[in-house]
C-alpha cells in the first residue's frame, strides 16, 4: 500500500517551512527598527527611530523587490491583526478616567485646537508652494 504524499498547501500559515519564514521576516522587521532606534538615538535627532527604521526598510523594499515577496504572507498576517496591539492604549486610556473626567475639556480644546492648527498648516502649505509654482502642474 503506498502511503500518499503530502501535499503542499495553498495557504501559508499552513505550509511547515511558514514559521521559520515568519521568524526571519519579524528579525528583519526588529533589524531594522533597531538601525532606526540607534540612528535616531547616536545624532540626538527628535525624529523616532522607528521612523528611520520605516524609511530604510522601504528603500531596501524598493531596491530588492524579491524581499518584498518574502515578507508579503507574514506581514499581512501582522496587518490584519494589528487592531491588537491597540488594546494598551485603550487599557491606558480606562486607567485614566479621572484625568479625563478632571481635564477633559482642556485636553479636547488642545486636541481640536491642534488639528485645526495642523490643517490650516498644510492648507498654508499648499497655497505657497501653488504661489511658487504659478500653479502649474507637472
Not at 9 to 26: E, H, K, N, T, Y
Not at 58 to 75: D, G, I, S
Not at 83 to 106: E, I, K, N, Q, Y
Amino acid at each position: 500500500m503506498a502511503t500518499a504524499r503530502p501535499t503542499r498547501s495553498c495557504l501559508p500559515c499552513c505550509d511547515r517551512a511558514f514559521p521559520m519564514q515568519m521568524i526571519r521576516v519579524l528579525l528583519v522587521l526588529l533589524i531594522y527598527q533597531l538601525a532606526g532606534e540607534t540612528l535616531s538615538r547616536g545624532l540626538d535627532l527628535s525624529i523616532p527611530g522607528p521612523v528611520f527604521g520605516l524609511a530604510g526598510l522601504f528603500v531596501t523594499l524598493l531596491m530588492v523587490p524579491r524581499l518584498a515577496e518574502y515578507m508579503r504572507a507574514t506581514v499581512t498576517g501582522l496587518l490584519s491583526h494589528l487592531s491588537l496591539l491597540f488594546v494598551p492604549a485603550g487599557v491606558g486610556v480606562v486607567a485614566h478616567l479621572d484625568t479625563f473626567g478632571r481635564d477633559g475639556p482642556g485636553l479636547f480644546v488642545a486636541l481640536f485646537g491642534s488639528t485645526v492648527l495642523a490643517i490650516l498648516a498644510g492648507v498654508g502649505a499648499f497655497l505657497l508652494v501653488v504661489r511658487m509654482t504659478g500653479g502649474r502642474d507637472g
